[in-house]
């Protein structure tokens, strides 16, 4: 059985930030994802699976322009299908993923991340190649910066319409340089000193609001069936995104309404 098929809701891996697992995704496919809620497609779930067990998918299946619900979910029935090859134990809920909730996505993405983590042999991964060409939402354009556009001329090119020659001058006295004044060292080491303790402590306030929120989740999860409307009130709030603004009535409903585009 593959390691970590069953790791545990308490587990570090479920307090690893958005930022965090968005750039392990996009470093190891090369790829521009910007959202969790992206992933919900399921296709660099795919790719992450191929670089774990090479070749356990075929990659020229999946759809990597996947915009509607039963394209989600055929990218992860190939994903299903890949976990029970390599005896993977995990069960993917499908129809969660593809919502493209926030908290759903985040999830799986910390326990794939964690898994991966215990069973990816390391080394480069050619995701491009892997990917055979095929375009994707986010794929990373290359740029060409000045150096490269200027190195590309021939070197006895000339400049179209050259502009004659200026009458020569007398020449000017040099304006003395203008000293830039430089911030004090200590204060610059002061300052990210604040920054850094204020980064920290921003992260475990996260961690910490996250794990109760992950609490009321499961706490929901245990009276879903049962059809408790309070429950299923504390259910709106915790699954909008944040494309939706969440309001409480006065008789204790909730409300939940896109957030108007500017």
Not at 164 to 185: H, I, L, N, W
Not at 196 to 213: A, H, I, M, Q, V
Request: charged share 25%; net charge negative; with cysteine.
């Amino acid at each position: 059985m593959a390691l970590g098929s069953n790791i545990g809701i308490m587990d570090g891996a479920f307090f690893v930030g958005k930022s965090e697992l968005l750039s392990w995704v996009n470093g190891l496919l090369q790829l521009n994802i910007t959202r969790v809620e992206q992933m919900a497609t399921g296709a660099a779930y795919c790719q992450i699976m191929d670089a774990v067990f090479p070749g356990c998918i075929n990659l020229n299946k999946v759809n990597w322009m996947a915009k509607y619900d039963h394209e989600y979910t055929q990218n992860f029935k190939l994903l299903q299908a890949a976990f029970d090859k390599n005896n993977v134990q995990k069960h993917i809920e499908v129809e969660k993923l593809i919502k493209a909730k926030s908290l759903d996505n985040l999830e799986f993405m910390q326990w794939f991340k964690r898994f991966v983590d215990l069973n990816y042999r390391g080394g480069d991964y050619a995701a491009l190649e892997r990917r055979r060409g095929a375009k994707t939402p986010w794929d990373v354009g290359e740029r060409t910066g000045p150096v490269q556009a200027a190195q590309s001329r021939p070197q006895n090119a000339q400049p179209r319409n050259p502009r004659p020659a200026e009458p020569s001058r007398a020449p000017q006295p040099k304006a003395k340089p203008v000293r830039e004044a430089r911030p004090d060292e200590s204060e610059v080491a002061r300052q990210v000193a604040e920054l850094r303790l204020t980064s920290d402590s921003l992260e475990k306030e996260r961690d910490f609001y996250f794990g109760k929120l992950r609490a009321i989740e499961l706490f929901c999860e245990h009276y879903e069936d049962q059809g408790n409307p309070i429950v299923m009130e504390i259910q709106k709030i915790l699954f909008a995104t944040d494309e939706e603004n969440v309001a409480v009535n006065d008789d204790g409903t909730v409300s939940i309404t896109p957030i108007e585009q500017a």
